[in-house]
């Protein structure tokens, strides 16, 4: 049984910042690939970054300079901290884990969601 749990999630004004969290919990031996995806309404989900195990990160061309990936192995968390937001960051925010090892096999897991809203 493994869940994701995203949380930091909120209202901002444009130019402000927050920071995403996501925390895996269950009999995980490892994870591959951590990452942030959204979804606006009336959108497809989109990548927003990944981050490996080894520490590869991958941006989508609007996050690059703006939001920076991170996570921590040990205790199999990402974080997204996302600076200089604007109104087009408005998504619900979805973690992701893929490459998930559980009792030998690989699966892939999301989070419900935290909303970020992005206005004056």
């Known amino acids: 049984q493994v869940q994701l749990v995203e949380s930091g999630g909120g209202l901002v004004q444009p130019g402000g910042s927050l920071r995403l969290s996501c925390a895996a919990s269950g009999s995980i031996f490892s994870i591959h690939v951590m990452g942030w995806y959204r979804q606006a309404p009336g959108k497809q989900r989109e990548l927003v970054a990944t981050i490996t195990s080894v520490g590869m990160t991958k941006y989508a061309d609007s996050a690059k300079g703006r939001f920076t990936i991170s996570r921590d192995n040990a205790k199999n968390t990402v974080d997204l901290q996302m600076n200089s937001l604007k109104p087009e960051d408005t998504a619900v925010y979805y973690c992701?884990?893929?490459?998930?090892?559980?009792?030998?096999?690989?699966?892939?897991?999301w989070g419900q969601g935290t909303q970020v809203t992005v206005s004056s």
């Open positions: 992701n884990a893929g490459g998930v090892l559980v009792a030998g096999t690989l699966h892939e897991y």
